[in-house]
């Protein structure tokens, strides 16, 4: 006969297991902050960016994203990367991603 499974602690383990990894995850996005320095914008800021491309739902220019971060991991560097670090150099993946179109249609533009 099997033993019976103790579901009490069962879901202590996972509660557990959950909370180290959110703590994980949390340690993580800090360091990709500094790692892309974007730790000198202020949090509301970094808050605003943020904010604006999760509101972003074209899937060109996240793809557009997901290729500079695939590269940026890899440790490709790009032209904006190369060049001196200046606050006006600090631009989304396309300098066009966070203006409306000239149609008129303001696509994931928060």
């Known amino acids: 006969m099997r ?6 602690e069962d879901l202590k383990a996972l509660t557990a297991k959950a909370k180290q990894l959110k703590a994980r995850k949390q340690s993580q996005l800090g360091e990709l902050v ?6 000198h914008l202020t949090i509301e800021e ?15 220019r996240r793809e557009a994203w997901r290729k500079r971060g695939a590269a940026f ?27 409306p179109s000239s149609s008129g249609s303001a696509t994931g533009a928060a």
Do not use: M, V, W
């Not at 500094?34 to 730790?39: S, V």
């Not at 904010?51 to 739902?57: D, G, N, Q």
């Not at 904006?80 to 150099?89: K, L």
């Open 3 to 8: 033993k019976p499974r103790n579901y009490d």
């Open 34 to 39: 500094e790692a892309t320095g974007a730790d």
């Open 46 to 60: 970094l808050a605003g960016a943020l904010l604006s491309i999760a509101a972003i739902t074209d899937p060109t």
């Open 73 to 99: 991991f890899s440790g490709e560097r790009t032209e904006q990367a190369s060049g001196p670090r200046t606050s006006d150099n600090a631009q989304p993946a396309a300098p066009h991603d966070q203006r």
